[in-house]
């Protein structure tokens, strides 16, 4: 019998991305033994009705014991307190990584708690959509995804090898980088466009009531698309910047300055610096789509959409 990559894998936390790795995991035999931990004893209960997981816990140091690889997928704000009840429970060679979208503030959170018998990898797939729960995840979420691994200084390279081997397996391209370095990249691709997001949907609600009416009456193009990204999990995204607080505020202030700049052309009627602008980002989107990066994941969002967990209920 072939042996699984992973003889005992456990998920703590079972919402829009750990669901999404157990329901990979499990459509390609990844683990011998899948086990599923949530702090929220109805998620618990809708992971058993949804069937993706061997056994289902409320308790994450349950979960651990034994296993060989634990995933930490809970809000970044979170991961310390959950470092805190796994740690001990790991055992010698136990690989404990994560999937949060910083990753600085992740390996101070819970590297502290992780024995010297046992391994940090942190990771983050760069996947996902504006919804969350176990309902929201899908198999083919990380399918030609980016996932970046950040071992620490010193990290050892077979247990690197190990988190590379599992997201290659659930179908990403993997890179790695310092947590230093992802932090400020994902700061520009990742945190700030949220934060324009959220911002330009806020500016749209405290317009005038006739005037906001109307633009939910007309959202057709640009600002429906600000609004599904606005649309994501607060909880996450407020964790999020009080994490990477640093590289979002350097990547706010430069932000800020390119902003000004298209400001001032605009008020001094200078087309030519509109023109040359405009030029330059539509040759950025266009090379993200001959890289492949150009996902099909809001589409899963919109059929999700259908049915989201917040209406079950
Ligand atoms: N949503 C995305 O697009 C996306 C993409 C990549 C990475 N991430 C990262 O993945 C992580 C999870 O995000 P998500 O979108 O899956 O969130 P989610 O809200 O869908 O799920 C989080 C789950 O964690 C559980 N949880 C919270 N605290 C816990 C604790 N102390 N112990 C056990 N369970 C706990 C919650 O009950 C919930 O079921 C976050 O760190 C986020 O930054 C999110
Ligand atoms: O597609 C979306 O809805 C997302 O917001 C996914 C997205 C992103 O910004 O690209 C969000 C946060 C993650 O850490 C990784 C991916």
Known sequence: MIQPLVPRLAIIGAGLIGS?????????HLAGTLVVADA?????????????????????????????????????????????????????????????????FVVEAMAPHVPAHAHLIPAHPVAGTEFSGPDAGFATLFENRWCIVTPPEGADPQAVARIVGLWRAAGANVETM????????????????????????????????????????????????????????????????????????????RFTEDLTALQRAIRYGDGDVLFEHFARTRAIRRSIIEQGQETAAPDFGRRAAEKPKHEDS
Not at 20 to 28: D, F, N, P, V
Not at 50 to 56: C, I, K
Not at 70 to 87: D, H, L, N, T, W
Request: aromatic residues 4%; charged residues 20%; glycine residues 8%.
């Open 40 to 104: 929220d004893p109805a998620v618990c209960e809708r992971v058993r009705q949804l069937g993706f997981a061997d056994v289902v816990t409320q308790d994450a140091g349950e979960a651990a014991e034994g296993s060989d690889i634990v995933v930490v997928a809970v809000p970044v704000g979170a991961s310390g307190k959950v470092a805190e009840v796994v740690g001990p429970r790991l055992k010698p060679g136990a690989i404990l990584s994560d999937v949060g979208s910083v990753k600085g």
């Open 20 to 28: 999404s790795l157990a329901r990979a995991a499990r459509e390609k």
């Open 178 to 253: 310092s947590a230093q370095h992802h932090d400020l990249v994902l700061a520009i691709t990742s945190h700030v466009p949220h934060l324009i997001a959220y911002n330009i949907v806020g500016t749209a609600a405290h317009l005038e009531e006739t005037l906001t009416s109307e633009v939910i009456k007309f959202s057709a193009g640009g600002f429906r698309d600000f609004t599904r990204i606005a649309s994501s999990d607060p909880t996450m995204w407020r964790d999020v910047f009080l994490t990477n607080r640093d590289a979002v505020l350097e990547m706010l202030g």
